[in-house]
């Protein structure tokens, strides 16, 4: 049966990585015979120039109509002047919460090979291979109300609103459970239950289906420890579930545990299977037309699109496989370089 794989590259060095990932998409398509197809569409800042819009409706549909989409990554400079509603950026927050994309996956591995890039001590990381689950289209980032307002005394007030109800609590719990029981079957659940009610409300939804899943072993932290564990002691954790904000900040702390952003892939998915796949990492304007982004992240990206939304894991393997093997042949573009190891471009 085919499938149709949307293609979204976005902004700087967006393009250039998903090149490199559409290449390897198509070797898998040959080599396993997948029926794979691909459908190029804008996103970002590339639809605002052609569109006036960051992700147009028609846009939108089509990825909806699509089997997995491939984003790259949006914003630059180029539109930081733009106002608020129009930014690069309403294109990633219209596609998550027009899809459903409430689940956001981004494991944390560390490559034995890149165990030297780092930031802490080999026996501190080595190993490592954690999973963040951030709920993606609630919570403080679109809880209403929200804005800044003039008081009664003149001085201005801002303010957002931290909102989760039972069933987004519920299912992105789901999501964490069932990923727990397919690997070390350890869950951390992450709030702030001392001072805030949202997730003291959080944290009775996860006890309350624990014992749904008897093979997890479900515990619990506040957000404040969480981070300081994770730079402590990371290997402690299997998966991680935990609101859109607290998930935000998290993962991005993870995420330099292994070295570099450039090797981080991510899903966002939503209650069919459907999913979004895209590097953690932004455009990055400061390297971007150079050809040396580390394209990895996004590779990753599209493995991890052929396992979770596309039930081809065989050739999932495949990709993760050549990626290691990459690393074991000491090929590193630069922002994962080190002494020794042949530098190479995005494309070689
Ligand atoms: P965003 O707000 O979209 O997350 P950002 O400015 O926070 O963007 P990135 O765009 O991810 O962050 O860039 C952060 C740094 O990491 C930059 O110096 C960038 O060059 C570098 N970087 C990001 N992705 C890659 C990559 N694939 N290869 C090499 N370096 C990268
Ligand atoms: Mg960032």
Same mark, same amino acid.
């Not at 002691?233 to 299997?238: E, G, N, S, V, W």
């Not at 990492?281 to 990055?284: D, I, L, N, R, T």
């Not at 971007?288 to 394209?295: D, F, L």
């Given at each position: 049966m085919s499938k149709k794989i949307m293609i979204l590259p976005g902004d700087g060095i967006g393009p250039e990585i998903v090149e490199q990932a559409v290449a390897v998409l198509e070797t898998v398509d040959k080599k396993f015979d997948l029926g794979l197809s691909f459908e190029q569409g804008l996103i970002g800042g590339a639809a605002i120039d052609a569109h006036? $819009?960051?992700?147009?409706d028609a846009q939108l549909e089509a990825a909806g109509k699509c089997d997995a989409v491939l984003l790259g990554a949006v914003g630059g400079?180029?539109?930081?002047?733009?106002e608020r509603h129009i930014r690069p950026e309403k294109g990633l927050l219209k596609i998550r919460s027009g899809l459903g994309l409430y689940a956001n996956l981004r494991p944390a591995i560390l490559y034995p090979q890149l165990a $030297?890039?780092?930031?802490?001590k080999p026996e501190v990381v080595s190993g490592l291979d954690i999973l963040i689950v951030r709920e993606l289209t609630g919570g403080i980032y679109f809880g209403e109300p929200r804005g800044i307002r003039t008081l009664e005394n003149g001085e201005k007030q801002g303010f957002n609103t931290y909102v989760y109800s039972e069933s987004e609590i519920e299912r992105i719990a789901r999501t964490a459970f069932e990923a727990a029981r397919k690997r070390k079957g350890k869950l951390c659940s992450v709030d702030k239950a001392n001072v805030l009610e949202v997730t003291v409300l959080w944290r009775e939804v996860l006890d309350r289906l624990a014992p749904e899943y008897p093979d997890v072993e479900l515990s619990h932290m506040y957000v404040d420890n969480a981070a300081m564990q994770l730079v402590r002691?990371?290997?402690?954790?299997?998966v991680v579930v935990t609101g859109n904000m607290f998930g935000d900040i998290l993962s991005d702390a993870a995420a330099m545990l292994t070295g570099s952003i450039g090797m981080l892939p991510s899903a966002s998915l939503n209650e069919t299977g459907f999913g979004l796949y895209e590097p953690c990492?932004?455009?990055?304007p400061d390297i971007?037309?150079?050809?040396?982004?580390?394209?990895l992240a996004t590779i990753l990206s599209a493995a991890m699109m052929l396992r979770y939304s596309l039930n081809l894991g065989e050739a999932a393997d495949a990709i993760e496989a050549a990626v290691s093997k990459v690393l074991d042949q000491g090929l590193r573009t630069a922002d994962i370089y080190t002494e020794g190891c042949k530098k190479v471009s995005t494309a070689e």
């Open positions: 006036g $819009e960051p992700l147009t400079p180029k539109w930081d002047q733009l $030297e890039a780092s930031s802490l002691a990371p290997k402690q954790f299997d990492h932004g455009s990055a971007a037309g150079q050809g040396i982004a580390n394209p």
